[in-house]
């Protein structure tokens, strides 16, 4: 089952972003990953702001994947600059409908 981890970051010092961008893509592609968004265009609709500066979306084959990533000794480097430089959450969400009432998402 497809799983998504979502990155909410607010960077609070830049130093760190050259170096992740050019090599996480890489590490999440490792782990069976793939970016479907990651942008500093992040617009709040409804409700109070993340106040992120950026936002990525993955999607992973499944929720061991995504763990895998995250837990990859490769990553840990990236990872602590990424939490040095910036206030981030990472969401881990599956594609279940909780309500049930969507044909074509699996029940939750």
Partial sequence: MPVYLIADVKVTDDKWLPSYAATVHGLVHRHGGKYLARSANVKTLEGRPLDATLV?????????????FTGDPDYAPFAMARQRGSESRLHLIDDTDVAGAIAYLPKG
């Fill in 56 to 68: 990525a979306l993955i999607e992973f084959p499944s929720a061991e994947a995504a763990t895998a």
